[in-house]
């Protein structure tokens, strides 16, 4: 047993992924739905995950060649017609992981891009976030960022965002990391899940942002094993995991899942 899962739940998760790949390349959400950049983004991180709990779970996006023709389709796309921030750094980060060498024009594009989008006065904290994330992942951090963020913890997603820009992005806000904290306990239920605020019912992708909280606070929640608990109760079977239990298995949710074994890991070390 592994993060309470036996080991072979591992290799179905891989196969679940495997089975979202088109021949065209790139992922889909279902083996029936056309890939988009996010799902697979989705697929090439959770992949990432597996590979680490299990060696033998073996995958190379940059040997995979309809992959990479896929990829520089979608590179041309966004070059012509633009992507939405978010959308924008999925494309970045599997084109990074997948291409040995990527084409200067999209290098020059994204420079463009984050030298226009970083330097306005900017007020969308989840702009901001993948702004920033894009940035950094080329390591041009040393940008002028002006941004105007009024911190209102509407939700858990905003919580480990803002954490997320303070703790990696290198932006300074004003806020009590204690009043975070409680924050954050508010939004735990009692089947080890949290909800998107206080009294709201649990969802995987919600656990992820909070246990994402947690790590970025250097605090070890009291509940993790219960957590844990939540994150296995939403497999589904057949390697797929749902965003809460008894729910259809997604490849979004199961990237969740995966990313929130992961930091489960980190915070039990």
């Known amino acids: 047993m592994f993060l309470g899962l036996k080991k072979e739940v591992w290799k179905e998760t891989f196969r679940f992924i495997q089975a979202r790949k088109k021949p065209t390349g790139g992922f889909g959400a279902t083996p029936l739905l056309p890939s988009t950049v996010e799902d697979t983004y989705y697929a ?18 940059s040997k995979d060649h309809a992959l990479k023709v896929w ?35 999209f290098l020059e594009f994204l420079e463009d891009w984050c030298t226009n989008f970083l330097r306005e006065r900017l ?8 702004g920033v994330k894009i940035a950094k992942s080329l390591n041009w951090l040393n940008l002028d960022i002006s941004c105007s ?12 965002q803002l ?33 998107f605020y206080p009294e709201t019912t649990s969802y995987i992708e919600n656990t992820f942002y909070a246990l994402n909280s947690y790590f970025f606070l250097k605090i070890k929640p009291k509940n993790i094993n219960k957590t844990q608990a939540f994150i296995v109760s939403c497999y589904v079977g057949k390697g797929g995991f749902a965003r809460k239990p008894g729910g259809t298995a997604f490849l979004e949710a199961t990237y969740y899942a995966l990313e929130c074994f992961k930091l489960i890991t980190l915070l039990t070390l």
């Open 71 to 105: 990829i520089k389709k979608n590179i041309e796309h966004a070059i012509k017609f633009g992507f939405s921030a978010k959308t924008l750094f999925y494309l970045t980060n599997i084109t990074l992981k997948t291409l040995v060498k990527p084409p200067n024009r």
């Open 44 to 61: 090439l991180s959770g992949m990432e995950v597996l590979k680490k709990i299990d060696p033998n779970l073996k995958y190379n996006p």
């Open 163 to 195: 954490l997320w820009l303070q703790k990696e992005g290198g932006l300074k806000f004003s806020f009590s990391e204690s009043k975070l904290l409680g924050w954050l306990k508010a939004c735990y239920n009692p089947d080890g899940g949290y909800g």
């Open 123 to 130: 007020s969308d904290l989840e702009q901001i976030f993948y």
């Open 149 to 160: 963020v009024e911190i209102r913890n509407e939700n858990v997603k905003e919580v480990y």
